[in-house]
């Protein structure tokens, strides 16, 4: 894994800043804890797609899609993962500098 973008998500990831999957998110989403970014992959479904937009609309946070749930998975130690939510401002700021 030689992205950038993909090798901070790991430290993100290990320093404890990461919710993952669909559950976590949406319940850290619904309970108003302070989330910075959300991370979907390429090949969430529409409908999570849509609520999970909604969501980032609605709350004001910022939303990035990409990445297979595969490449997305292996950054942070699993086998696939579609929904991440970044809960520290500095390192959703890196991740969105390094997506650019």
């Known amino acids: ?16 800043n990461l919710l ?3 559950n976590r998110c949406e319940e850290a989403i619904q309970k108003n804890k302070k989330i910075y970014l959300i991370i979907l992959s390429m090949d969430l479904s ?13 709350k004001g ?3 990035i ?8 998975g292996s950054s942070v130690g699993r086998q696939e993962i579609n929904i991440l ?8 700021d890196k ?6």
């Open 46 to 58: 529409p409908k999570s797609r849509k609520e999970f937009l909604k969501y980032c609309h609605e």
């Open 85 to 92: 939510a970044v809960l520290n401002k500095n390192m959703s």
């Open 65 to 72: 899609e990409c990445y297979s749930k595969e490449e997305l």
């Open 95 to 100: 991740l969105m500098d390094s997506y650019k």
């Open 1 to 16: 894994m030689t992205d950038s973008f993909l090798q901070f998500l790991g430290l993100v990831k290990r320093s404890g």
């Open 61 to 63: 946070i910022k939303c």
């Open 20 to 22: 993952e999957g669909y």
